[in-house]
């Protein structure tokens, strides 16, 4: 290009990149951006590896102060209905991102690229990795003792992304499980059956079994417990 040519452009236009070096997607907002977002507290960041787990229910979301970076393989071609319909009725705070590349660990590296510019963007926000591949475990760890709040879950759940939204009744009983938990410590649960068991014990069988499972998600959650692909249970928080 001719010198002068080039210097007569706005500043703006010769700082855009190669359109062949832009990220590939389909962006419904950029993952900081939350209007008509309930806005009390900090933003949660909720980064689904969609490779890894496709079961995703945004409706469940409401106007909390969530944001969804979904992150879609090169060979994923397709979204169910449904969620397609979720997509459109959240105009908010969803984001698309398709990745163009394929390769070993090629979605687990853009993840973890987009979940730093989240974290650089909002350091005082909540970041959730939606993924049962627990490769994603030592950037956790190194992240948490940066002072980031992050956790990973195996599914997409609402009442592990946001335990604080539970019920009062509910959350007095999650606090209490906890409590229990803390004081002991030579008999805890090794496997999430025996939680669960051990969980419905404590309140006498008033407990539902969903109730149950509830808990235990809010657990996961807080970064109290672990949970890996074959149930068993760690306790990190204690």
Not at 185 to 205: C, D, E, M, V, Y
């Amino acid at each position: 290009m001719n010198q002068n040519k080039a210097a007569n452009k706005p500043d703006d236009e010769r700082r855009q990149p190669p359109a062949q070096a832009q990220e590939r997607g389909r962006h419904w907002s950029h993952p900081t951006s939350h209007a008509g977002m309930e806005l009390q507290g900090p933003v949660h960041h909720v980064l689904v590896d969609f490779e890894n787990v496709q079961a995703v229910d945004l409706g469940s979301l409401g106007d909390k102060p969530v944001a969804v970076t979904l992150l879609l393989g090169r060979m994923q071609k397709r979204l169910e209905v449904g969620l397609v319909q979720q997509l459109l009725q959240r105009p908010s705070g969803v984001r698309l991102i398709e990745m163009g590349v394929s390769g070993k660990n090629a979605l687990d590296l853009a993840l973890a690229y987009h979940l730093g510019k989240a974290a650089a963007a909002d350091p005082g926000g909540c970041f959730h990795i939606i993924s049962r591949d627990r490769d994603y475990d030592p950037l956790i760890a190194h992240l948490k003792q940066a002072g980031i709040k992050i956790w990973r879950h195996d599914t997409f759940s609402i009442q592990a992304i946001l335990p604080e939204g539970k019920p009062a009744a509910t959350a007095g009983k999650i606090e209490i499980v906890a409590n229990r938990l803390r004081r002991s410590t030579t008999n805890r649960p090794k496997r999430k059956s025996t939680l669960l068991s051990h969980i419905r014990a404590q309140f006498q069988g008033r407990l539902k079994d969903s109730e149950a499972g509830e808990i235990v998600a809010a657990l996961v959650g807080r970064g109290i417990i672990g949970i890996d692909s074959k149930d068993k249970v760690t306790y990190p928080g204690f």
